[in-house]
């Protein structure tokens, strides 16, 4: 059993980690825990609570052991493999993020199946052994578009996010209504793996409303919620981050004096867990990517548990930002996200295990005690023959069979086009389409957002925009609507008279009726375009990776799968595609380039992410 620890004392290493000491009676990181699992703990009684300075679950101590997984990051085929190798590792506790924006993407529009089955999910959880700490926002962050917010709440002029403005709380309560019973069913009590739920996410660093974090968690109590409350900020937002009845937990590496300090103050001699233990950071088109000491890391974490610190790992697997899903960073000016969500973490990209997680599966063995699980197998992957895309059509071949184009004086922007009944337009392209009668200086005045390309035949001048990715996080969100957001200027004067196309690149924008208008390719083509190839293969499709190389920047589709951006500028150089999205026989692979093609499409069986 682990001795529960009364820290009078402390001390500061070099790294400047807060190590306690001087506990009163012997410390020893070692462990029995084996029987603190979902399926042994039949008869439940009180679930994770916080007894002194430790966490117990039903009145047995217990040191959480966690690493994020996002299910809507990972194929579903694969959750059960993901889920059973962190397990392996000797983690006891998987922690996942809902997102909003991508459950109910058009107003009133919910979707819980396939890749979005996050009841399923917990459930695998539950039988590969592990607890789960859920974080159901209604931000979550997790470097999404618009950290996990929907879009269309930006067609609201006035919306303030994240705040107790009605029309805010108004559709959270809608989606609490509909979610929470979900998450009801799955809690500890109810013979679920659910032990703590996050309430919201690193708020204090926002802290745009007093009155917000109550609200949420009065929205989460009053549906249900029971199980330990969880709130997460960095060390000087704790205080702003804070509520009473539920537990302040820290994101960031290091914790230094003033952070202990805070957490005192906060809740007195409380468990310290580490609920965002970062790797590394994300990586953004065109932008070096981000490296990680290993050795440092290493040392960082044993420490943490020679203090009892309870810990989660973000990310344990980082997965792939599939589609649009991905959102941007704002450093020293916008940085759109790259496809992959790699992240550096113990499991690659595609399931693969690390160095770093054989390291970490030792520590937790010889240091907690922690008996090791078999591994799952390696998923084989496979290098398929090349593609070549012998047919294409421009984009400008495939307007007259798009949706009818909306007709407005002034442009709108992409959130407020009318379309998906009323929920707008939330990622890919919106095509703006005017006349004019002279040539001149063509100005946009900071009205353009986010890319925008401009294309003049005659009298027809064409600008099409790309949403690359909202904001994940600061405190500009509210502003994050995309496309032309405001007046176009030629010559200092505003244009009128458009005609807007909605070009999503969702899956039924893809499988709209056509005639045959595909065309052989012709290789001097430039400009947007659509390109068809086929790529065949036997019985047993393997996990591959796509190299554009010879491409210019675009979006790829196999079978109607949205796999995500490809840009030559880098770092990332292959796109995941995994083997159970392709089938036997013939897989339809259709590519939107924005400017040149390549002449093939290639593929290997390994990652080239840049580093």
């Not at 300075?53 to 299910?71: E, M, N, Q, R, V």
């Not at 690359?468 to 969100?477: C, T």
Request: charged fraction near 20%; proline fraction near 6%.
């Amino acid at each position: 059993m682990l001795t529960l620890l009364r820290p009078v004392g402390i001390l500061y290493l070099s790294s400047g980690l807060l190590v306690l000491a001087q506990f009163r009676g012997h410390f020893s990181p070692r462990m029995n825990q084996i029987f603190l699992t979902p399926s042994r703990m039949i008869n439940r009684g009180v679930g994770l609570k916080v007894e002194g300075s430790s966490f117990t679950l039903d009145g047995s101590p217990f040191l959480i052991i966690a690493g994020t997984i996002h299910y809507f990051r990972v194929p579903r085929e694969y959750w059960r493999d993901r889920l059973q190798k962190l397990k392996a590792c000797g983690f006891n506790t998987v922690t996942t993020h809902i997102p909003w924006n991508l459950h109910e993407p058009r107003k009133g529009w919910f979707y819980f199946t396939a890749n979005l089955d996050f009841v399923t999910f917990v459930a695998m959880a539950s039988e590969a052994g592990l607890w789960v700490i859920l974080c159901p926002g209604p931000y979550v962050g997790g470097d999404l578009d618009l950290g996990g917010l929907p879009s269309w709440l930006l067609r609201d002029p006035k919306m303030k996010l994240r705040t107790t403005y009605k029309g805010f709380t108004k559709a959270v309560n809608h989606y609490f209504d509909k979610i929470i019973p979900m998450i009801v069913q799955l809690q500890y009590a109810k013979g679920g793996p659910i032990i703590a739920v996050q309430v919201e996410n690193e708020y204090g660093s926002y802290h745009q409303d007093k009155r917000y974090l109550k609200y949420i968690k009065k929205a989460l109590v009053t549906r249900g919620i029971k199980v330990l409350l969880m709130t997460g900020d960095d060390g000087e937002a704790l205080t702003r981050g804070h509520l009473t009845q539920a537990l302040s937990t820290v994101h960031m590496r290091h914790i230094k004096k003033e952070t202990y300090d805070t957490l005192f103050s906060l809740q007195g001699r409380s468990p310290i867990l580490m609920m965002v233990y970062t790797a590394r950071s994300l990586d953004g088109w065109g932008t070096a990517p981000h490296f990680a000491d290993s050795h440092m890391l290493k040392k960082e974490v044993r420490e943490m548990f020679n203090a009892s610190f309870s810990l989660n790992f973000y990310m344990f697997h980082g997965g792939t930002n599939f589609g649009f899903m991905g959102g941007s960073a704002s450093l020293d000016n916008y940085l759109p996200m790259i496809t992959s969500y790699d992240y550096g973490a113990l499991l690659t990209e595609n399931g693969e295990y690390t160095p770093e997680y054989f390291s970490y599966q030792d520590f937790f063995s010889f240091s907690l005690g922690i008996p090791k699980h078999p591994q799952p197998d390696s998923i084989p992957k496979a290098t398929y023959k090349s593609v070549i895309t012998p047919y294409y059509i421009s984009l400008w071949d495939v307007m007259p069979y798009l949706e009818e184009p909306i007709s407005s004086v002034k442009p709108i922007c992409m959130e407020k086009l009318s379309v998906n009944q009323g929920s707008g337009q939330s990622s890919g392209y919106v095509l703006y389409e005017t006349m004019i009668i002279s040539g001149g200086l063509l100005t946009t005045k900071g009205h353009l957002q986010d890319r925008g390309q401009v294309y003049k035949n005659n009298p027809t001048l064409r600008i099409l925009v790309e949403n690359q990715g909202r904001l994940a996080y600061g405190q500009n969100i509210n502003k994050e609507r995309k496309g032309l957001i405001g007046d176009i200027y030629l010559n200092n004067s505003p244009l009128r008279k458009f005609k807007i196309y909605s070009l999503d690149m969702k899956t039924k924008f893809l499988r709209r009726d056509l005639p045959n208008i595909w065309k052989p390719v012709v290789f001097k083509h430039q400009g947007p375009a659509f390109f068809l190839g086929i790529l065949r293969m036997g019985n047993y499709p393997r996990d591959t990776f796509i190299k554009m190389e010879g491409w210019t920047k675009g979006v790829i589709f196999i079978n109607g799968q949205n796999l995500g951006r490809y840009w030559n500028i880098g770092p990332q150089e292959t796109l995941y595609l995994p083997g159970p999205w392709l089938r036997p026989g013939s897989n339809e692979i259709i590519v939107f380039e924005e400017f040149k093609p390549g002449l093939q499409i290639h593929f290997t069986n390994m990652s080239h992410l840049g580093y």
